[in-house]
């Protein structure tokens, strides 16, 4: 089976050999009066993701969508400091080309380590912790104090923090960036626009499995 992998629609050059998956929960055991234990059950905690990647120096001919290391570490960087969450995305694929399931999860970028290794050449290796992103609101008590000695009136308002997620559409076997604009945008000249959205340096090139952002 082969992997993609995308952080926010920037497709990794080489696929990481593997990933750690740590899904936890938030239950809580509780000890009783009589000495009976009991377990509370509550919502699930949130996920926790690890993998290494290499940035190669090189155009190896198993590289995907080669680019100087220097353009990954910046966006790895750009993703750390600008406090929004991004889409982590592995799209796996068979090997007659079909697509399989894909992960497709909303995170934050919590720390990444940059290693150089002798051995390794000029080839970096980079160290990336994520962690799931759940959206939420918060909410905004306004006191009213009556001057007449009436009882307070008070206004709750929620707010959502972050934005709707982007629309998105997964590369299918066949497609072109025009024909994926034709169908969505209404205009297939829009194809560069797309490009632009989603980094695409060759909009003639485009894999089975990757994600596309529509808005």
């Known amino acids: 089976m082969a992997y993609s992998f995308y952080l ?3 497709v990794l050059p080489i696929a990481p050999s593997k990933f750690s998956v740590s899904i936890q929960n938030k239950n809580k055991t509780v000890e009783l009066i009589n ?13 926790d993701i690890s993998f290494e990647f290499i940035l190669p ?28 969450p991004f889409q ?28 150089e290794d002798a051995e390794n050449g000029f080839d970096i290796t980079v160290k990336v912790n994520l962690k799931q992103y759940r959206p939420y609101a918060t909410q905004t008590v306004e006191i009213k104090t009556p001057v007449d000695g009436s009882k307070v009136s008070v206004e709750k308002n929620a707010r959502a923090q972050t934005k709707q997620p982007d629309k998105t559409y997964t590369v299918q076997k066949g497609d072109t ?6 169908k969505y ?19 003639n090139f485009l894999s089975v499995g990757q994600v596309l952002k529509l808005s």
């Open 8 to 10: 926010d629609n920037i």
């Open 35 to 47: 000495d009976k234990q009991i377990n509370i059950l509550k919502l699930p905690g949130l996920t």
């Open 57 to 84: 120096n090189s155009k190896y001919p198993f590289v995907t969508n080669w680019q100087p290391p220097q353009y990954y570490l910046s966006v790895l960087e750009k993703l750390k400091v600008n406090l929004q």
């Open 88 to 115: 982590f995305v592995i799209a796996r694929s068979l090997p007659n080309g079909q697509p399989s399931f894909a992960t497709n999860m909303s995170v934050s970028l919590e720390s990444y380590e940059i290693v």
């Open 177 to 182: 960036l025009w024909n994926i604009a034709k």
């Open 185 to 203: 945008l209404g205009d297939g000249s829009k194809y560069k626009q797309l490009a632009t959205l989603n980094n695409i340096y060759n909009p």
